[in-house]
């Protein structure tokens, strides 16, 4: 079957370091994206791996390992704006993308 | 560029009820789909197009129909609402990404439409 997994809830503090986990498992891998969700609002895109390693982009980076079907996006100098739902898709062959459930930032001061 | 728009915002429908949403993008882009956002649980699709006058079924297509007449505009209609129907829906659109250009096909989101259906 198909699954993406995410822990459902992570707290963090302001000015800290926060590494949220996805695994998956699909029929086919075609690149992993994250977005970030702030509540009531759209999805907005964060990052895109489709080769193993470390991507940088600022205060956050993305990680990619295919053969665990392991990605972690880690977030540094964590700052109150940062808190929103982070949700992790996986790029199958053709155009479809699996969705997590997502993981809500919760920080605090 | 306005991006990704859609309308209404926020919709109560009584139960058999039928109703269209709204999508436009001016991005140019190929590839616009649907999904339906649902607490504790991913995105899932609903419809999705690669073109004018090219669509296809998602995960969840059942109660819902839709078209694409031109490359802006990707209209949901939902035939007779069931309270099972009340979500989030976003609708998104890419480019289709070519060969050699890994990455180029993300997808950008509208604000999304919040139904309620009684």
């Known amino acids: 079957g198909q699954n993406i997994d995410q822990p459902t809830e992570m707290t963090a503090t302001e000015g800290a370091i926060v590494q949220i986990n996805c695994t998956y498992q699909?029929?086919?891998?075609?690149?992993l994206f994250w977005y970030q969700q702030h509540a009531g609002e759209a999805p907005t895109f964060l990052s895109y791996?489709?080769l193993d390693g470390l991507e940088e982009k600022g205060r956050f980076s993305s990680f990619l390992s295919r053969s665990k079907g392991y990605s972690y996006l880690l977030l540094k100098e964590l700052q109150m704006k940062d808190s929103a739902s982070y949700l992790c898709?996986?790029?199958?062959?053709?155009?479809?993308?699996?969705w997590g459930a997502g993981t809500k930032l919760i920080i605090k001061p | 560029n306005a991006g990704v728009t859609q309308t209404p915002k926020f919709q109560v429908l009584k139960t058999g009820q039928s109703m269209t949403l709204q999508c436009a993008q001016d991005m140019n882009h190929e590839y616009m789909s649907w999904y339906r956002q649902d607490p504790g649980m991913g995105l899932r699709l609903i419809h999705y197009?690669?073109?004018?006058?090219?669509?296809d079924q998602g995960e969840v297509p059942n109660g819902y129909n839709v078209s694409r007449s031109t490359t802006e505009d990707f209209p949901l209609r939902l035939l007779s609402a069931a309270p099972s129907q009340t979500s989030v829906y976003f609708c998104?659109?890419?480019?289709?990404?070519?060969?050699?250009?890994?990455?180029?096909?993300?997808?950008?989101f509208g604000p999304g439409t919040r139904l309620t259906v009684l």
């Open positions: 699909t029929s086919g891998f075609n690149g």
């Open positions: 791996n489709v």
């Open positions: 197009s690669v073109g004018a006058g090219i669509t």
């Open positions: 998104a659109s890419s480019y289709l990404a070519p060969s050699g250009r890994a990455g180029t096909d993300t997808q950008y």
């Open positions: 898709a996986v790029k199958q062959r053709g155009y479809q993308l699996i």
